[in-house]
């Protein structure tokens, strides 16, 4: 549910790029949405679907790129992904910790005609 307010942002930064660049409309707008943000995609672009209506949005292509969130290991520094019940680094065997990595959450790119 915490989707709606963050798509509803969404669609309102690419209506005003949007004007601003005297655009008919907004053709497309890239996500980059990391794992651990916290935001679920297929909800993002459920709401999209709604909040677009009426707007330059109406239409427009919603291409996410998710990001996998890495582990940095504590021993070694190696980033990996973490394996399905584990920590453990696959160079060395020490545990990995978390990064910032898979905490992305922007608008990559809109592109309007």
Partial sequence: MHEYPITQRIVDIATRHGQDAGASRVSRIALV????SGYIPES?????????KGTLCEGAALDVTAVK???????????????????????????GGPTDVGKEFYIAS????
Wanted: proline share 7%; hydrophobic share 45%; aromatic share 12%.
């Fill in 69 to 95: 969130p890495l582990l940095r290991c504590l021993a070694c520094g190696l980033e990996f992904e973490r394996r399905p019940y584990s920590f453990a680094c696959p160079a060395c065997g020490a545990d």
């Fill in 110 to 113: 809109i592109e309007v005609v």
């Fill in 44 to 52: 993002i672009r459920m709401y999209f679907d709604i909040l677009a």
């Fill in 33 to 36: 949405v990391g794992e651990r």
